[in-house]
C-alpha cells in the first residue's frame, strides 16, 4: 500500500543527529515524562513493602525495603520507549539488576509474571530480565522514584516498550509457560520490542 | 459488534476525511470514512499515520470519539508546539486522505454488559472517550445510571457542549479559570465536595471512568479511593506531561 501524502503536513523539527538513530519507527521525542496507568496510583509504606520470588504458589525468597537497598545498585543510562509512541532519551536511573535477584533463587523457569501492588501484571521470558538489561529501580534523575512513576520500585526493561517495566513492582513469579500479563490481555503485544515495532497484538 | 480481544494484525487503511466540525477555538471533529472498520467499544482509540511529501512519517494515538454504529471520528486539541495536532485541526479538509489503524486497547472500554451505575470524570479533551461512552449508552438503550463531571477552563472550552447540554440530569460542568456572570455550575478544580454531591455511594459499586491529564487523573482518582471505590472500578487514562 503506497501512503497517501498529507498536502502540507511536514516533520516539524528534525531530531538531532545524535537522536535519530536512537529513535524506534513510529516513536517521537518527548521532554516530559508522562504517566500511563490503569488505575488510580497505589501508596504501600516502605515498612510493609517486600519484593518476592515466587513459583508455583511458593515464595522462594523475599526482600525487605532495607534488605533490598543493601544490595548492589547500578546508575544506568538509557533511553525508554512507551507503545504510546513517547520516547525518552537518556534517562537516568538508579537499581539493582534483576540478574542479582534471580541468582539468590536456584530455577530453571523459562518465564517470569511480575506482579505489583493494585493487581497490575506483565509477562517477560527469563532472558530479557536476566542478561544485565534489566533493573529494579527505586531512584530516577537522582531522586527517589515518585509513586505516579511506579514508585517506590519499578521494573526497568528498556529495551522492550514501557508497559513491560512494572511500576509499583512486588515480586517475580517464575513460570515454565509463558502467560499474559494485564496490557497483554487488553490487546497488546506479548513481547513489545520496539525496534520491530510490536505494538499490538499480531505486530 | 462489539469485540473482547483483538484477534491477529491490525492493518493500516486509507481513511477519507468526512465532515470537519470546529468544537472549540482549538478543538476539532475529524470523521473518518473508513473501507474495513471492524466495530469498536467506547473508550478504544486508534492509530493515525501522516507521511509528508519527502516520506517523513509520524503517528499518533487519538480516542474515538463516537459510538459503534456511528460514524467513526476523532476529536483533536490543537498542542501548539505539536507536529500533527495543528496538521489535523489546521490544514485537514473534507476529502483529503490519511492513514487509520484501530481500534485499540481493551480496558479503559464500557459496555452494557459491564453495568454500573457509572461515573465519568473528563478534565479537558479527556471527554473523548467519555462521550464516546455516553453515546454507546444511549444507542444501546442501556439503563445504566449515569453521572459526567466535566472539568474545563472556561465554558469556551467546554467540548460538544451543545450535545452534552441536553444530557441536563447526567451532566454537570465545573469552570476553573473564569465562569460567566450567573454561572450555576461548579467552579474550581474537582474536589471531595464536588464529588460529595455528583459521585454515586461506594456502595452501589459503581464504574468509574477518569480521563485527562496527569496531575488531573491522579488527583480525581485519589478522591475516588478515598471515597472507598474499589481501585479495581476505577479505570484512568492519562495524557500530556507529569
Not at chain 2, 35 to 56: F, S
Not at chain 2, 69 to 86: F, H, K, M, N, Q
Not at chain 2, 138 to 157: E, F, K, W
Request: with cysteine; charged share 20%.
Amino acid at each position: 500500500m503506497t501512503s497517501p501524502v498529507s498536502r502540507g503536513f511536514h516533520r516539524r523539527s528534525r531530531p538531532a543527529g545524535a537522536e535519530a538513530g536512537k529513535l524506534p519507527p513510529g516513536q517521537h521525542v518527548t521532554t516530559d515524562f508522562p504517566v500511563l496507568s490503569a488505575g488510580p496510583t497505589p501508596h504501600t509504606p516502605l515498612q510493609e513493602w517486600t519484593f518476592s520470588i515466587r513459583r508455583g504458589g511458593q515464595t522462594l525468597r523475599t526482600w525487605t525495603w532495607p534488605q533490598f537497598q543493601a544490595l548492589p545498585a547500578e546508575t544506568v543510562t538509557v533511553d525508554i520507549h512507551c507503545v504510546t509512541r513517547w520516547s525518552k532519551l537518556d534517562t537516568v536511573w538508579r537499581g539493582v539488576p534483576v540478574r542479582a535477584l534471580l541468582d539468590q533463587v536456584d530455577h530453571d523457569a523459562q518465564y517470569v509474571l511480575a506482579f505489583s501492588d493494585g493487581g497490575y501484571t506483565t509477562n517477560l521470558p527469563v532472558k530479557d530480565v536476566s542478561g544485565g538489561q534489566a533493573w529494579l529501580a527505586f531512584d530516577y534523575d537522582g531522586q527517589p522514584l515518585a509513586p505516579e512513576h511506579g514508585g517506590p520500585a519499578r521494573l526497568l526493561v528498556p529495551h522492550l516498550y514501557f508497559w513491560k517495566s512494572a511500576k509499583w513492582v512486588r515480586g517475580l513469579e517464575l513460570l515454565d509457560q509463558d502467560q499474559p500479563g494485564f496490557w497483554e490481555n487488553y490487546g497488546y503485544n506479548n513481547y513489545g520490542d520496539p525496534w520491530r515495532e510490536q505494538r499490538y497484538t499480531g505486530d | 459488534m462489539a469485540r473482547t480481544a483483538v484477534h491477529g494484525r491490525l492493518s493500516w487503511q486509507v481513511a477519507t476525511v468526512g465532515a470537519v466540525t470546529e468544537e472549540t477555538d482549538s478543538v476539532r471533529t475529524i470523521a473518518l470514512d473508513l473501507p474495513d472498520w471492524p466495530g469498536h467499544r467506547a473508550g478504544q482509540h486508534l492509530d493515525v499515520r501522516l507521511t509528508a511529501e519527502d516520506g517523513y512519517s509520524a503517528e499518533r494515538s487519538y480516542s474515538i470519539a463516537s459510538a459503534d454504529g456511528e460514524p467513526v471520528a476523532i476529536t483533536v486539541e490543537r498542542l501548539d508546539d505539536g507536529e500533527v495536532s495543528p496538521y489535523l485541526t489546521r490544514e485537514l479538509r473534507p476529502g483529503d486522505q490519511m492513514e487509520v489503524r484501530g481500534p485499540i486497547g481493551n480496558w479503559f472500554t464500557w459496555g452494557p454488559h459491564d453495568g454500573g451505575p457509572l461515573l465519568l470524570i473528563a478534565g479537558g479533551s479527556g471527554v473523548v472517550p467519555l462521550r464516546a461512552i455516553l453515546r454507546h449508552r444511549q444507542r444501546s438503550g442501556s439503563t445504566v445510571p449515569v453521572r459526567l463531571l466535566y472539568s474545563s477552563r472556561s465554558l469556551a472550552d467546554v467540548i460538544y457542549r451543545e450535545e452534552l447540554d441536553q444530557w441536563s440530569a447526567e451532566v454537570r460542568y465545573t469552570l476553573t479559570r473564569s465562569q460567566p456572570s450567573g454561572w450555576g455550575g461548579f467552579s474550581g478544580r474537582v474536589d471531595e465536595a464536588m464529588l460529595a454531591r455528583v459521585a454515586w455511594p461506594a456502595s452501589q459499586r459503581p464504574l468509574a471512568f477518569i480521563c485527562g491529564p496527569t496531575p488531573f487523573v491522579e488527583a480525581v482518582a485519589e478522591l475516588l479511593v478515598a471515597r472507598h471505590y474499589p481501585a479495581s472500578r476505577v479505570k484512568t487514562e492519562r495524557f500530556g506531561g507529569a
